[in-house]
């Protein structure tokens, strides 16, 4: 499969109807509201800031210090002198212009450059997790309306069995234990819905806890875009486009340079230094003739300052060894990576095929269990089949009734999961249209080249939004889901 129909088929994923609750709109509404997404932006930009900070340090550095002294206070006997005067002002300027620092800025540089980029990766990978996570929500609060409405179908149907088989007994058709069974059953049938019930609060307080607002009617989702023929071809996808696997990635190809900042700690620095001085006696030399025409001077110096660092204490050798020791874990973490997403992919791929068989076959199995009911039931009517009969048949079609829905799920969301693990799960992949998508190259262009000391952003506020004004979700549900009968 080429990328290009990958591409394609995965901007058709969530195009959907807009008459009701859409996973277009879940995506959407995650996308701008969720604080784990809107949390990870924030930290982007901060590591965005590594740069400038970074290319600071080989740019100048100037300084103004001034002072004002009065002496009230003097030895008897002693004059008032340049070495004592009664008050003085003093004034220096200090400019320092780093001309030689044997790679340690741009190594710095170039290492925070490095780590921008990974920054960007892992909030590719923040995203697509986060898109999985609504996915999954989405397809839970599906199924499980579902469920909870083929169980409260099951509830109704046993129920009046119960009644009918009652009014059997007291009519002589039917024994005790005929009666008891269909009780017992009846009893099992309303224990599971009341699992079934509490499955779907906790499925739709997850979708509340990931898109920011309760789920409505839930329109079906909408096809899956084409997915890899093998395990092989989708795990090569994985390996080349996996944002978490090209974070790892530019993680270690970061450690290489903060090797070679370690190891400049240990050369010489050469600085240009520019300075001024300026003192005045402010008239308090009165006592000395001679000084009078010394009232105030300044003067002003150029020159060049070499730092040798002779000895450190060990520790420029210390950090290189941290450095490298650094960049051994880097490389390791890329092969953890790499491991984690050959496993999910093929994790996924794996169940996106078992469910698709699990689908057909419980779509075998609902027709049949349908038809041998209609049998049973017609001939425990000519005496030939017990209660026990019936009610195993029913709840066979149940079974296979919540088999074929759970395997539904299943499979959408093992068929997304592989299109994260290959890097195709990002909003620019997804067309959400539901405002600007996030970039995160604009900050960093924003501050790349920054040199003022001063200058803010906007007092930080809030992107995503709280949950606490959002109701208690109950179990409501008012008709059977329109479940497709393949997420292909």
Do not use: C, W
């Amino acid at each position: 499969m080429s990328a290009a129909r990958l591409l394609a088929g995965a901007a058709l994923l969530i195009a959907a109807p807009a008459n009701a609750d859409t996973l277009r709109e879940a995506m959407a509404k995650a996308y701008s509201t969720n604080p784990t997404l809107t949390a990870a932006r924030a930290d982007l930009r901060a590591t965005d800031e590594n740069v400038p900070i970074a290319r600071a340090a080989g740019r100048p550095e100037g300084a103004v210090n001034g002072s004002y002294t009065e002496n009230f206070l003097n030895s008897p006997g002693v004059q008032n002198s340049f070495t004592s005067p009664e008050r003085q002002v003093v004034g220096q300027i200090n400019l320092t212009v780093p001309l030689l620092t044997f790679g340690a800025v741009r190594g710095a540089v170039r290492a925070a450059e490095r780590r921008v980029e990974q920054g960007r990766y892992n909030l590719a990978g923040t995203e697509a997790d986060l898109f999985t996570s609504v996915v999954g929500a989405y397809m839970d609060v599906i199924r499980d309306e579902a469920v909870v409405g083929l169980n409260r179908q099951n509830v109704s149907v046993l129920d009046a069995a119960l009644v009918s088989n009652t009014e059997r007994f007291k009519a002589g058709d039917l024994n005790p234990t005929d009666v008891a069974q269909s009780r017992a059953r009846l009893s099992f049938a309303n224990a599971q819905l009341q699992t079934a019930l509490a499955r779907l609060i906790s499925s739709r307080e997850n979708y509340i806890r990931l898109v920011g607002n309760p789920p409505g009617v839930l329109e079906p989702p909408p096809p899956l875009p084409p997915l890899p023929a093998s395990v092989d071809e989708a795990v090569a996808i994985a390996i080349r486009d996996n944002p978490n696997l090209l974070a790892a990635q530019k993680g270690r190809d970061a450690t290489a340079h903060d090797i070679q900042v370690a190891n400049a700690s240990r050369m010489p620095r050469v600085n240009g230094v520019l300075g001024g001085n300026y003192y005045d006696y402010l008239n308090s030399l009165r006592d000395n003739p001679f000084s009078r025409t010394f009232q105030a001077s300044s003067t002003a110096s150029v020159g060049v300052e070499l730092r040798v660092p002779l000895y450190q204490g060990g520790r420029p050798a210390a950090q290189v060894r941290q450095a490298q020791a650094r960049r051994s874990q880097a490389i390791e973490q890329v092969f953890e990576a790499e491991r984690t997403v050959i496993a999910q992919t093929r994790s996924a791929f794996a169940v996106y095929q078992s469910s698709q068989e699990v689908i057909a076959s419980s779509e075998i199995g609902v027709s049949s269990n349908r038809e041998s009911l209609e049998g049973v039931r017609a001939e425990n009517n000519a005496g030939t089949r017990t209660i026990l009969d019936v009610l195993n048949a029913e709840q066979e079609l149940l079974n296979s009734e919540v088999t074929r829905v759970t395997a539904i799920r299943d499979a959408y969301v093992a068929g997304f999961a592989l299109l994260a693990a290959m890097g195709r799960a990002e909003a620019r992949f997804l067309g959400l249209d539901g405002g600007s998508l996030y970039d995160p190259v604009a900050n960093y262009n924003r501050v790349r080249n920054r040199i003022s000391d001063h200058g803010a952003d906007p007092e930080p506020q809030a992107s995503a939004t709280s949950t606490s004004g959002t109701p208690a979700q109950d179990a409501a549900v008012t008709a059977l889901p329109n479940l497709p009968t393949t997420p292909r």
